[in-house]
């Protein structure tokens, strides 16, 4: 660095500090805010929740400036009405012709009170209609209707929004609310206002401030999320958990949700997809209040708006799979089944016969056990494979330990006798494996479907008070890995488990391997209650039937199965193999002897090698 640079950069720094110093500081107001305010605004403020403010009515010049040919309707009188039916109670208000507050009446929160999916302080909605003098925001605008508070009985409602803007000139907001359920069509309608507004696409933005309706704030959080399916079927979503995210989606979206752990605000387009769309989630960890801010920034098509087919479809609802998939294509997404391969499952399998259960029985937790005994009798038939395999293996261990005593710790030798062994009286090492392999699908299914029921949720069985969350049975300060509580479900599922690996390891045979096996069994129910301390009782409780049903059904299955009878039918295998009679091995089997008569060969071709070395130099 030469003189001159060095100059450049001194006087450059000294000029930085003088302005720090002698420019004077704005004295602290409303022109200037706190700056630690301002930061933490910042970060949990969503852009579009900052132009939704509360404002001053105006009077006709202000008007007139800031809504141009609207100005008739920029000032009114607020009214609200409430409509209701037997599932949803929503209140319309004329500021806006808008939703400004959905309970839903047969859910409570998780401390009894009611379920206010949607309220004016959590969930506010902006619709900026672009015209030639600039964008004009419907929600601010007072309409008039007709409509009257009451109950829909008979046939559907509809409540009709109108703002007059001139002689002939004024734009309609329709909600049509159905005699039962939670779906609300609604239609916008510019009318007479072609010359009015431009082409431009309408833009929609939605901020929700979701409110805690679970105990568990940490588990809500993970759950809360915006899904989207695209135009192109792309079933899309923010990342769950506690970080923040943001996405733009590449393609038009069809519908969004704002999805609670069981509930769902959704809107759906009838005709043509939302051209743009833009989504956020936001955590503040310090606000307990609130599980997260969601932003749906969204766009209308002008064209369907002004053709007369601005019509879509409010959810505010359950999560439930079985209402969803008639709202809208794959809707029912929003329901989360687990992954690809084990969706089906649930979706074809544990969710239907979850639901015929449901018609007779109306205790959760005897339906749990009716569903663990089901599956259980599917499943008779691996089980008791499973079972013959291992009294075969049974009935060889003393064969087996012979062979090790003869051999020696030589594991590729041990395998290769073994491999012969197995050969010599047709029995198939992994026949025991494939029916416990054929099981584990079935209970990482369940493993996905519980937490995500909503069938459980509020529903009691002996101390759990409800299903769908742990059942906090003993509470504690909080102690790493466990948390603040401790699941008596969870215990008993972990007591059982353990059981079933005592009761396994007496009549399973050892293998030989650098790993205990036997020993790892008891190890991992261990592991299993840590993980599965804050689960849904339901799902713990389902694991602790099963092992006890489990244990129970190899008891039964152990009376009909003979050792002796499984001896000689393996001895005569042995005689008929020795004659050339038997049947030659296929598949894995194969496959497994071939390689280890190469591994033999191998090892047989090192120790002649070796043995010649050692010749040469004697």
């Given at each position: 660095m030469d003189r001159n640079q060095l100059i450049g950069i001194v006087l450059i720094m000294a000029m930085l500090v003088g302005y720090q110093l002698l420019v004077p500081k704005p004295a602290p107001g409303v022109d200037s805010p706190d700056p630690a305010q301002t930061a933490q605004q910042a970060k949990t403020t969503p852009p579009a929740a900052v132009t939704i403010k509360a404002e001053q009515p105006l009077?006709?010049?202000?008007?007139?400036?800031?809504?141009?040919?609207?100005a008739a309707v920029a000032s009114g009188e607020t009214r609200d009405i409430v409509v209701e039916n037997k599932d949803v109670s929503v209140t319309f208000s004329t500021l806006g012709g808008q939703v400004t507050e959905v309970v839903l009446?047969?859910?409570?929160?998780?401390?009894?009170?009611?379920?206010?999916?949607?309220?004016?302080?959590?969930?506010?909605?902006?619709?900026?209609?672009?015209?030639?003098?600039?964008?004009?925001?419907?929600?601010?605008?007072?309409?008039?209707?007709?409509?009257?508070?009451?109950?829909?009985?008979?046939?559907?409602?509809?409540?009709?929004?109108?703002?007059?803007?001139?002689?002939?000139?004024?734009?309609?907001?329709?909600?049509?609310?159905?005699?039962?359920?939670?779906?609300?069509?609604?239609?916008?309608?510019?009318?007479?206002?072609?010359?009015?507004?431009?082409?431009?696409?309408?833009?929609?933005?939605?901020?929700?401030?979701?409110?805690?309706?679970?105990?568990?704030?940490?588990?809500?959080?993970?759950?809360a999320t915006i899904n989207f399916l695209t135009a192109d079927e792309s079933f899309e979503n923010l990342k769950e958990g506690e970080a923040n995210d943001d996405i733009k989606a590449e393609k038009p979206v069809q519908w969004f949700t704002i999805k609670h752990k069981y509930f769902l605000s959704g809107f759906v387009a009838k005709n043509a997809p939302l051209p743009t769309a833009e989504f956020k989630t936001i955590v503040n960890p310090a606000d307990s209040s609130v599980v997260k801010t969601a932003t749906a920034d969204v766009t209308l098509s002008m064209a369907d708006v002004k053709a007369?087919?601005?019509?879509y479809k409010f959810y505010f609802g359950p999560n439930d799979f079985q209402r969803l998939g008639s709202v809208a294509p794959e809707f029912d997404r929003n329901v989360y089944l687990g992954y690809s391969v084990l969706k089906p499952i649930n979706k074809y399998f544990f969710v239907p016969v979850f639901n015929f259960l449901e018609k007779f029985i109306s205790n959760y937790g005897l339906l749990i056990i009716a569903l663990v005994v089901f599956v259980k009798l599917i499943l008779t038939p691996l089980t008791y494979k499973s079972y013959v395999s291992m009294a075969k293996m049974r009935v060889l261990q003393p064969e087996l330990n012979e062979m090790k005593e003869?051999?020696?710790?030589?594991?590729?030798?041990?395998?290769?006798?073994q491999m012969k062994l197995y050969q010599e009286v047709g029995v198939s090492p992994l026949s025991g494996c494939v029916p416990v392999v054929a099981t584990m699908p079935i209970l990482?299914?369940?493993?996905?479907?519980?937490?995500?029921?909503?069938?459980?949720?509020?529903?009691?069985?002996?101390?759990?008070?409800?299903?769908?969350?742990?059942?906090?049975?003993?509470?504690?300060?909080?102690?790493?890995?466990?948390?603040?509580?401790?699941?008596?479900?969870?215990?008993?599922?972990?007591?059982?488990?353990?059981?079933?690996?005592?009761?396994?390891?007496?009549?399973?045979?050892t293998q030989p391997g650098p790993v205990n096996?036997?020993?790892?069994?008891?190890?991992?129910?261990?592991?299993?209650?840590?993980?599965?301390?804050?689960?849904?009782?339901?799902?713990t409780f389902y694991y602790f039937v099963s092992n006890v049903v489990t244990i129970a059904q190899q008891q039964l299955i152990r009376r009909f199965v003979d050792e002796d009878k499984i001896k000689a039918v393996l001895d005569e295998n042995r005689r008929k193999n020795a004659a050339g009679e038997g049947k030659k091995p296929g598949g894995f089997q194969a496959l497994l002897q071939k390689q280890l008569a190469t591994a033999e060969e191998a090892r047989k071709k090192a120790d002649e090698a070796q043995r010649k070395a050692k010749s040469k130099k004697s």
């Open positions: 009077d006709s010049a202000a008007a007139k400036a800031k809504f141009g040919d609207f009446k047969n859910y409570k929160t998780y401390d009894g009170k009611p379920l206010v999916l949607i309220d004016p302080k959590s969930s506010r909605t902006g619709l900026d209609l672009p015209t030639t003098g600039g964008k004009v925001d419907l929600r601010k605008l007072y309409y008039q209707t007709t409509a009257q508070s009451g109950t829909v009985a008979g046939q559907p409602q509809q409540i009709t929004f109108r703002a007059e803007i001139a002689p002939g000139e004024s734009v309609e907001q329709v909600y049509t609310m159905p005699v039962e359920g939670y779906v609300l069509d609604y239609a916008l309608k510019l009318n007479g206002l072609s010359s009015t507004v431009t082409n431009d696409n309408i833009r929609f933005y939605w901020v929700d401030e979701m409110r805690q309706y679970e105990n568990d704030l940490s588990n809500n959080r993970r759950a007369g087919k601005g019509q003869r051999v020696g710790d030589d594991m590729t030798k041990q395998q290769a006798e990482f299914a369940l493993f996905m479907l519980f937490p995500n029921l909503i069938e459980l949720r509020q529903k009691s069985f002996l101390w759990a008070s409800d299903l769908s969350t742990y059942d906090a049975f003993i509470k504690f300060p909080a102690i790493p890995f466990i948390g603040s509580h401790l699941s008596l479900f969870t215990v008993l599922m972990t007591a059982s488990s353990i059981a079933y690996a005592y009761y396994n390891n007496q009549t399973t045979p096996m036997k020993a790892m069994s008891y190890v991992f129910p261990l592991m299993f209650m840590f993980v599965l301390n804050s689960y849904p009782a339901g799902l």
